[in-house]
């Protein structure tokens, strides 16, 4: 037991180390030497795994080692109470704080910290009492989240885009909770930025019911599911056309564009109507490589986008390039050459760079080995994650009926937590 406060003993406090109970000073910013840390050991009784563990104090902080983690935590005790989950602190029905973080002193410190086999045991001054589980410190903090399993991305290209056998989930597989159907796409997804569910009935309403076997749909201006044939103009937008449309994110002109976006061919073009997949993030791979002040440029610089239609005016202005506000790595590219507004958002002087950076960028996106053609067959749908792969077709004759949807990001984030695949 280490006792750090000063409330509840004299000017000297005892140690229990090893059954035998040694003296230290408690002033605040103490720092135990090394004979004195507090080990906590259990006596083998069973097979689990001996663990060792340490409580240091180090003033404002606690400094905790354990054997099973790859480095220390310095913890600070503020922190520490306002994680505090007892049923007075928290409500493990709703998963809600009840304790005001308002009430806590800038420079609380305990009175009592004990270390134990399984997590830290602490009194606070007020006599309140907190337990912590060794699990719930390390997940919780900002290395553990860091260096926290996370499924890798799969860069590709033309020549390397992702064999079928491991994008792929028949619909009867997503449909079995016991075959994990759902969490393979989810893998897919997160890794390649795009999957398949295969064997679907090729009909609008078998199309929902595929992919509310994944997640939830997003209502958007267009509904739910869109179906556009080439010839019918239910919304002024290129995709309800015959033309041919390059590589584009879709949804610029929303503040937050919808995270996936989903395609059923229910029939085929006479000629042409090819599908269009380019890798996002490998595009911004080689961008940044070949042009870093480019790649600064257009994560920084906002540009504005738009759509228009009687009775709609949306628009949005952000930087093509998004990136992740703790690691920096990049979240989300916003290319799309359709729906681009006037260039209001730049200085005069600014004008001439963007057009050079813009042009080079689009460049490396038309660049044939980043393109990967494909054509869609009734039956097969295809999601794609649409803050990082583009897509385009090819012009088409004769009537091509194309069926697709929109998930939401916040859904979609949802999903993998609940599937336990770890994203950043």
């Known amino acids: 037991m280490v006792v750090v406060g000063g409330r509840l003993v004299a000017r000297v406090a005892r140690l229990l180390v090893g059954g035998a109970f040694v003296r230290f000073s408690p002033r605040a910013g103490h720092r135990l030497p090394a004979v004195l840390q507090v080990k906590a050991r259990k006596r083998e009784f069973c097979t689990r795994p001996h663990v060792e563990t340490r409580a240091l104090d180090s003033g404002t902080r606690l400094e905790l080692h354990h054997s099973l983690w790859p480095h220390s935590l310095c913890v600070p005790y503020i922190w520490l109470r306002d994680h505090c989950r007892c049923s007075r602190c928290y409500n493990h029905k709703t998963c809600q704080r009840i304790f005001d973080v308002g009430n806590i002193p800038l420079n609380i410190r305990p009175a009592v910290v004990k270390t134990t086999q399984d997590g830290l045991q602490i009194q606070w001054p007020d006599g309140h009492e907190s337990e912590y589980e060794y699990k719930f410190l390390w997940q919780n903090s900002f290395d553990g989240c860091r260096t926290a399993h996370k499924v890798s991305r799969h860069l590709w290209k033309a020549s390397t885009f992702p064999a079928a056998h491991l994008t792929t989930v028949p619909l009867e597989e997503l449909c079995d909770p016991e075959k994990n159907g759902a969490r393979k796409l989810m893998y897919s997804i997160i890794q390649n930025g795009l999957a398949f569910i295969s064997e679907v009935p090729a009909d609008v309403e078998s199309t929902r ?115 992740h506000p703790v690691t920096g790595n990049i979240q989300q590219i916003r290319y799309n050459i359709y729906d681009r507004a006037p260039l209001s958002s730049l200085p005069m002087e600014k004008l001439q760079e963007f057009y ?17 053609s494909l054509k869609l067959e009734p039956g097969t749908v295809l999601l794609i994650d649409n803050w990082r792969v583009m897509h385009g077709r090819a012009n088409f004759t004769g009537t091509r009926t194309m069926s697709g949807c929109y998930l939401d990001n916040d859904e979609f984030t949802s999903k993998a937590r609940i599937l336990k695949v770890q994203m950043e």
């Open 209 to 323: 019911a595929a992919v509310e076997k994944f997640c939830t749909i997003k209502k958007t201006f267009y509904g739910e599911l869109y179906v556009m044939h080439g010839t019918n103009y239910d919304h002024l937008d290129t995709a309800y056309s015959t033309e041919s449309i390059g590589a584009h994110t879709d949804g610029t002109y929303f503040s937050q564009a919808a995270r996936i976006q989903v395609f059923h061919c229910l029939q085929t073009a006479t000629g042409g109507g090819e599908n269009l997949l380019v890798d996002g993030f490998n595009v911004a791979k080689q961008f940044h490589e070949k042009h870093p002040e480019g790649y600064a440029f257009l994560s920084s610089e906002a540009v504005p986008s738009e759509y228009i239609e009687d009775g709609y005016h949306f628009m949005s202005l952000d930087t093509i390039f998004k990136h």
């Open 356 to 372: 050079l950076h813009f042009c080079n960028l689009t460049k490396i996106i038309r660049n044939p080995r980043n393109e990967y």
